[in-house]
C-alpha cells in the first residue's frame, strides 16, 4: 500500500509551512492549495500571520489574499523549490472535492468494505465467547475476525468542513496534578483497599456477601456468598482451583471444582482482581465450595453512546519517534492523508502512548535508537505532529518509552516536554484517562499489562495475535492491570486510578503493536498497531507487528475503518 495516498495540492502546502515551522488550520490549507498561485498566496499568509504565530488560520490566509496585489512580501523566506507548483495542483481550480464514497473507493482501498450490522456477541458470559462473530459484510481485511462493523463511511463532507464549534473534549480519571503517593506501604494500603471497594460495589448488587471472618464462624453445610480480592489461584493435586479471597476482615479458600462449567473461567483469574462467589461451606466449615462464580464485569445491556453528527476518530499509539525502526515516511503519509477528502470528518486524533522510543527503555535499544537525546526526539516527534491539519484535535497519552514515571497510573507529560510539543497545542493526559469525545467516552490505555494476559492466558483468551481479547478480559475485571507485582509496575496512589469505573464507549490501548479489534458487550475495542517496523528483540522473540496502520472511528456509530499507510 505505498503511495496510496494521493500528495495533492493540499499536502504540498502543508509541507510547505511544515517546513517554515507552521501548522495550519485545515480551512488555511483548502484556501492556499486552492489559489491561482499557492507559492505566492503561502508567502502572503506567512506575512499575515504575527511573528509568533505557530499555526496558519483561515484569516490568516484571506487577510494576506486580500493583501495580494500590494508589494510582495519579504521571499527570504522561500525555500526556492516551490513544492507548490501550481501546475501539479490543477492552479486555480477550487477545492471542493466530495468524499469519496468510503469503503473500496478510498485510494487507500484497504478499509474494510460496507457496514456490516452489529458485532455479535454482547450477551454471552465472558470474553472468550464473545463478539467473535465475523461480520456478514466483507471481512476481507478484517484481521481480528471479530466481526466489528467495519464502517468505510468516507464521508459526506467537503474539504474545509471540520467544525471546531461542534467539538466537545473533555477528561476524567486523570492522575495528572493529582498523584499524591509516596511510595510508602500505606498509601498501597490504601490504593487495595480503594480497589476492593470500588469492584466490590459492582458486585454486590449481585451477591449478598458475607465478610470472610463470618464465614469462617460458619456451621459447616450453610450456603454463602463472598466478595473478595483474589490473593492467591492455585491448583489442587487432583486438578481443581482454589481461590483464596481476600476482604477487609480476612481471607477465606473458595474451592472450584474441574467438572463445573465454569472452570475454564478460573484459568483467567489473576491475583489482586476481585470476584464474588457463591456456594456452600464444607462440613468441616474450612472451605467454600463454589456454585457460581461472578466478575464485576460490563452489564450485558450496555448500550454505547453515540455523537449527534457524523464525526471520525483515528486512533493511533507507539509511534516511537527516535528508534531506528520509526516509519517516517509512513507517518506522514499518514498526516498527508488527513488532507484528503476521504478524511474530511476525522477530527479528532488519539495517540495511546509511545510517542518516542526514549532512551533505556530496554537492555541494549541505544543499539536501534536514531536519535539519541530524549528531548530531541520530542523536538523531531513534534515536528511530525506538524504535519497533521492544526484543526485535527490531538489527544495524547504517555507509555512505557515516554519520559515519564514508569509506574501506572501514569502522568501526562511534565512542562519541559510540553514546551517541546507546543506546535500543535494537542491535550495532554495520563495514562490511563478517559477522553470524552462529543459524549464518547474512549477509554485509553497504553496498554503494559497486555504483555503479562498475553504471556499468562491460553492462546484463544489473549495473545499477540488477538490483543483485543486481552483487553476484553480487562473490561470483564473492570480493572486496567489487575496483577500487582510481576511485570506491572503500579504506583502507590490513595486511590486506584486503574479500576474501570464507567463501562467506556470506546477502550483503545496499544503498546503490544498489533492491530485487534472486536467488541465486547458493545464496548469497541481497539489495539492500535505502531509506527515502528520490527525491532530486533520483537524479531528474537516471534512478534510480527502491524506498523502504519490507523483505525477510524465513527464516533456517531462507532463502526471502524482500518487505514493503511505502509
Ligand atoms: O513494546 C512492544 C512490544 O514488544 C510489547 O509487547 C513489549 C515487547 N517488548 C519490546 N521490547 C521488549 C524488551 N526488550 N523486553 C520485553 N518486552 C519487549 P514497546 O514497549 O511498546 O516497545
Ligand atoms: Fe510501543
Ligand atoms: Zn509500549
Not at 492552479?91 to 468510503?102: A, I
Amino acid at each position: 500500500m505505498t503511495a496510496c495516498v494521493p500528495l495533492d495540492g493540499s499536502a504540498r502546502v502543508v509541507r510547505e509551512l511544515t517546513s517554515r515551522g507552521y501548522n495550519a488550520e485545515r480551512e488555511a490549507v483548502t484556501l492556499l492549495a486552492g489559489a491561482d498561485d499557492p507559492a505566492r498566496a503561502i508567502e502572503r499568509a506567512v506575512a499575515a500571520a504575527p511573528d509568533d504565530a505557530l499555526r496558519i488560520t483561515e484569516a490568516h490566509v484571506r487577510r494576506g489574499l486580500s493583501a495580494d496585489g500590494g508589494p510582495d512580501p519579504d521571499p527570504s523566506g522561500s525555500t526556492g523549490d516551490d513544492p507548490t507548483g501550481s501546475t501539479e495542483d490543477g492552479g486555480g481550480t477550487p477545492v471542493e472535492t466530495k468524499g469519496s464514497g468510503g469503503a473500496g473507493g478510498g485510494s487507500d482501498g484497504e478499509s474494510s468494505g460496507g457496514s456490516v450490522g452489529p458485532a455479535g456477541g454482547g450477551d454471552r458470559s465472558g470474553p472468550s465467547t464473545n463478539g467473535e462473530t465475523p461480520g456478514g459484510g466483507s471481512t476481507t481485511s478484517d484481521p481480528s475476525g471479530d466481526g466489528v462493523p467495519t464502517g468505510g463511511s468516507g464521508g459526506d463532507r467537503a474539504v474545509g468542513d471540520r467544525d471546531p464549534s461542534a467539538r466537545s473534549v473533555e477528561v476524567s480519571g486523570d492522575v495528572t496534578g493529582e498523584s499524591t503517593g509516596t511510595g510508602e506501604y500505606g498509601d498501597f494500603v490504601s490504593l487495595f483497599r480503594d480497589r476492593f471497594e470500588r469492584l466490590s460495589r459492582k458486585l454486590r448488587s449481585r451477591v449478598t456477601p458475607r465478610r470472610a471472618d463470618a464465614i469462617d464462624d460458619l456451621p459447616g453445610g450453610d450456603d454463602a456468598a463472598m466478595v473478595g480480592l483474589v490473593d492467591e489461584v492455585r491448583s489442587t493435586a487432583s486438578g481443581h482451583r482454589i481461590l483464596d479471597l481476600e476482604d477487609t476482615t480476612g481471607t477465606f479458600p473458595c474451592l472450584v471444582m474441574k467438572d463445573r462449567e465454569f472452570f475454564a473461567e478460573t484459568e483467567t483469574i489473576v491475583e489482586d482482581e476481585v470476584v464474588a462467589v457463591e456456594g456452600s461451606v464444607s462440613d468441616d466449615g474450612g472451605i467454600l465450595f463454589v456454585d457460581s462464580l461472578y466478575f464485576p464485569e460490563v452489564p450485558r445491556n450496555h448500550t454505547p453512546s453515540t455523537a449527534d453528527r457524523h464525526v471520525q476518530a483515528a486512533l493511533v499509539s507507539d509511534v516511537h519517534v527516535g528508534s531506528q525502526e520509526f516509519m517516517g515516511e509512513a507517518w506522514e503519509r499518514f498526516a498527508d492523508w488527513f488532507h484528503t477528502p476521504e478524511a474530511a470528518s476525522v477530527e479528532y486524533l488519539l495517540i495511546a502512548g509511545d510517542m518516542v522510543e526514549g532512551v533505556g527503555v530496554y537492555p541494549d535499544q541505544d543499539e536501534e535508537l536514531d536519535i539519541v537525546d530524549v528531548y530531541e526526539q520530542y523536538e523531531r516527534f513534534s515536528e511530525h505532529l506538524k504535519s497533521v491539519p492544526g484543526d485535527v484535535e490531538i489527544v495524547m497519552i504517555p507509555g512505557n518509552h515516554d519520559a515519564v514515571r514508569l509506574a501506572e497510573p501514569q502522568p501526562g507529560f511534565r512542562e519541559d516536554l510540553r514546551d517541546i510539543m507546543t506546535a500543535h497545542d494537542a491535550r495532554i493526559y495520563g495514562n490511563p484517562s478517559t477522553v470524552t469525545l462529543e459524549g464518547v467516552d474512549f477509554l485509553l490505555y497504553h496498554g503494559m499489562s497486555l504483555d503479562e494476559l498475553m504471556a499468562e492466558f491460553p492462546d484463544e483468551e489473549a495473545s499477540y495475535e488477538h490483543p483485543h481479547r486481552a483487553m476484553y478480559h480487562l473490561l470483564k475485571k473492570r480493572h486496567l492491570a489487575p496483577k500487582f507485582g510481576g511485570k506491572n509496575r503500579l504506583a502507590a496512589e490513595k486511590e486506584d486510578y486503574l479500576v474501570i469505573d464507567d463501562v467506556p464507549d470506546v477502550f483503545h490501548t496499544g503498546h503490544v503493536h498489533k492491530l485487534g479489534y472486536g467488541k465486547y458487550r458493545n464496548v469497541l475495542t481497539v489495539n492500535s498497531g505502531c509506527w515502528q517496523s520490527q525491532t530486533d528483540f520483537q524479531a528474537k522473540v516471534g512478534i510480527d507487528p502491524d506498523p502504519a496502520v490507523a483505525p477510524i472511528v465513527d464516533l456517531d456509530t462507532l463502526d471502524l475503518t482500518i487505514r493503511r499507510f505502509a
